[in-house]
């Protein structure tokens, strides 16, 4: 049978209470009384419950995070650092999935605070304005990691600037001589034209004097079925078939390789492919994809230890902090030749 706070200040004849402030530090014990309470924990083995604990010094050690599809290997890495960071500082986790939809966002949001926890990370695919004003009406320290924070006022976010990102991969292959490039959004929530990606795609055609064929923008979800399904239908094109796809999400993109090589098409001799976050499927398939790098650990450890400075009083936060991304071009992208163009 677990062994109790009430055990504890039997076996040590102490009150309940005395117990509580050797555990707490809260309020001064003697140190004949405090050395005896300790002994009987350590002959006991006796663990404090952490929410009576929290309850009693009105300040929870548990972080909840909200993510949208905890399989996700972008979303694994973000966990790593989020976790080591909590570890570091003795914050607990409390691991909510939502599978990206907006009841489930809202759900756990009620959810973690009816738990009292001290903060939450919350990471999406796509905020959206209900869960936002729902977490700023709880009151409970936040930090958001989605591609659309810039869309919202007061609120902390870490990431890096998608637009810009989105802008400079788009460059690249119009670089190297790419005129025809597919766009594959990987959300299906709203109108593709509102996607901070797709402006950044968007903006690269219209600096280098190129319009845009909707007929090469498709949107479906960031798993790599996904990302094979729409690329067969471009691939598939019966006249101006694009010469590079560009994917929204590294497994979109690797979805989109298979698609090239299960039609008989080579990469990139025939089609030039590159995907974005460069997560770890990035280096391990083959031909290795050329992609966009995010420092998907660092945002999470950063978005933890912006937290963790929020709930405990900080005064030096910044509300937007956002780390450097880098193209890293690999076997899945090449230059057009002068024919080809």
């Known amino acids: 049978?677990?062994?109790?706070?009430?055990?504890?200040?039997?076996?040590?004849?102490?009150?309940?209470?005395?117990?509580?402030?050797?555990?707490?530090?809260?309020?001064?014990?003697?140190?004949?009384?405090r050395e005896r309470v300790e002994q009987v924990i350590k002959e006991t083995g006796y663990v404090p419950?952490?929410?009576a604990r929290s309850l009693v010094m009105r300040?929870?050690?548990?972080?909840?995070?909200?993510?949208?599809?905890?399989?996700?290997?972008?979303?694994?890495?973000?966990?790593?650092?989020?976790?080591?960071v909590g570890r570091m500082y003795?914050?607990?986790?409390?691991?909510?999935?939502?599978?990206?939809?907006?009841?489930?966002?809202?759900?756990y949001v009620e959810l973690l605070r009816s738990k009292q926890v001290a903060g939450m990370v919350f990471l999406s695919w796509k905020l959206q304005e209900k869960v936002v004003d729902l977490?700023?009406?709880?009151?409970?320290?936040?930090?958001?990691?989605?591609?659309?924070?810039?869309?919202?006022?007061?609120?902390?976010?870490?990431?890096?600037?998608?637009?810009?990102?989105?802008?400079?991969m788009t460059n690249h292959l119009i670089g190297l001589g790419h005129k025809k490039i597919a766009f594959l959004r990987t959300s299906i929530e709203d109108d593709i034209q509102d996607s901070t990606v797709f402006k950044g795609y968007a903006k690269a055609h219209s600096d280098n004097g190129l319009d845009i064929s909707m007929n090469y923008v498709l949107q479906g979800d960031a798993s790599s079925d996904s990302g094979y399904h729409l690329a067969k239908q471009l691939?598939?094109?019966?006249?101006?078939?694009?010469?590079?796809?560009?994917?929204?999400?590294?497994?979109?993109?690797?979805?989109?390789?298979?698609?090239?090589?299960?039609?008989?098409?080579?990469v990139p001799d025939d089609i030039s492919i590159a995907g974005y976050a460069n997560t770890a499927i990035t280096s391990l398939i083959r031909p290795a994809l050329t992609t966009i790098h995010q420092p998907l650990y660092d945002i999470g450890a950063v978005s933890m230890r912006s937290l963790i400075k929020n709930i405990e009083g900080a005064q030096d936060v910044p509300e937007t902090i956002r780390l450097a991304?880098?193209?890293?071009?690999?076997?899945?992208?090449?230059?057009?030749?002068?024919?080809?163009?």
């Not at 929870?60 to 993510?67: D, N």
């Not at 902390?156 to 998608?162: N, R």
Request: glycine share 6%; hydrophobic share 35%.
């Open 1 to 33: 049978m677990a062994i109790t706070i009430k055990d504890v200040a039997k076996m040590a004849g102490v009150s309940i209470s005395t117990v509580s402030r050797v555990l707490n530090n809260s309020k001064p014990v003697s140190e004949d009384i």
């Open 49 to 51: 419950n952490p929410v």
């Open 59 to 84: 300040k929870s050690r548990i972080i909840g995070v909200i993510v949208p599809n905890i399989s996700n290997g972008r979303i694994g890495e973000y966990l790593s650092g989020i976790e080591e």
């Open 90 to 107: 003795q914050y607990d986790l409390f691991l909510c999935n939502s599978y990206g939809e907006l009841k489930e966002e809202m759900k």
């Open 135 to 168: 977490i700023k009406e709880s009151k409970i320290p936040t930090v958001f990691v989605s591609k659309n924070t810039e869309e919202f006022e007061d609120i902390h976010s870490v990431g890096v600037d998608h637009f810009h990102a989105a802008y400079d």
């Open 235 to 266: 691939i598939e094109m019966r006249e101006g078939r694009p010469t590079a796809i560009f994917a929204s999400s590294d497994e979109a993109a690797a979805g989109a390789l298979g698609a090239a090589i299960d039609t008989g098409l080579k």
């Open 325 to 341: 991304y880098s193209i890293v071009e690999r076997s899945t992208t090449r230059a057009l030749r002068e024919d080809e163009k």
